[in-house]
């Protein structure tokens, strides 16, 4: 009966697509409302008072820089895979999804938007698929680096339990990693159809090329613990203005925990989720949980602000003409223009 009711609402949610945004708007919705249930909503706003706007814009601007070094790294990693793309293309493609992640339940969303649009510009299907699969894993390695980093730098004020399962995880995820990259290299194609095998034999070619290669692997890996550890400088930075005075080591540990569960996809961006995950780890290190949340909400509007206007970006550079276009303009009107004509007489 359980297991039916399941199926039915899954077909339910696949053929209303809307429906399931809807769920997640009001999950979001419902977190938010639990927080607020326990803490005074006042003095969250009057702490968000707190910001000066000039702080409001410098981290936006910060945010936004950050996730250009994170282009960089996705667009090294999917030429190094075969792609062809330009910095133009690449900014256009991932501002795009990073737009997107506005309206979908995870970043993840976000990157098969980017993937699909590098797909539709004529690259190969292997080397976007394996690039951004490869850009997402260096992410979350690096999350995972400045975890360690944090928790090592923290022993005293996180608790043994949280050490043991903080342990655990990473043992599995290391075990998950280390089988599956080798049934990748190693699956048998020839057992399998035409269409898979040649999707197989694309994906093979285009880690061979990135393993010929590893030092632009380790370098897309510094870029990333670039971009992640300025985001976290970032949301230190609003807290030191919100009186929220925290240990950098501190933000090193929990910053990271709270993006990855924020991946969970019962709420619209992660919201509610993100500043709950927050307040919980950052309890140890006494962090008042009003703050917490205020600190969080404002990274939240950072977040928001970043999209609309990487959004609008990509909307400006899918109108202009192509750089191809712009010579062909400047040739023709450097034939037409007087000093060519009086040159040519």
Known sequence: MTVTLLLTLKKALARHPWLVAMLRVCGSILALFVLFRFLPLAEVWSTLRRLPPHLWLLVIAGYLGAHLIALNKWRMLVNLAGARLTFRQSVRFYFSGLFSTLFLPSIVGGDVVRGALALRSGQGRAAVFLGGLLDRILDFAALALLIILGAVLVPGALPLEARRVFVISGIVLAVLLALLLPAILWFPARKTSFSLRRRVIRLRRAARSMRRKPQNVAAALCLGLMAQGSFIWLTSRVAGATGLHLLFRAWLF???????????????????????????????????????????????????SGGLIAGLVAFLLGRLPASRNIAAHIEVGAENSPSSKLSSS
């Open 254 to 304: 929990a910053w990271p925990l709270a993006k990855f569960s924020a991946l969970i996809p019962i709420t619209q961006g992660g919201i509610g989720v993100r500043e709950a995950a927050l307040v919980v780890l950052l309890v140890p290190f006494g962090a008042p949980p009003v703050k917490t949340v205020a600190v969080g909400l404002a990274w939240e509007a950072v977040i928001i």
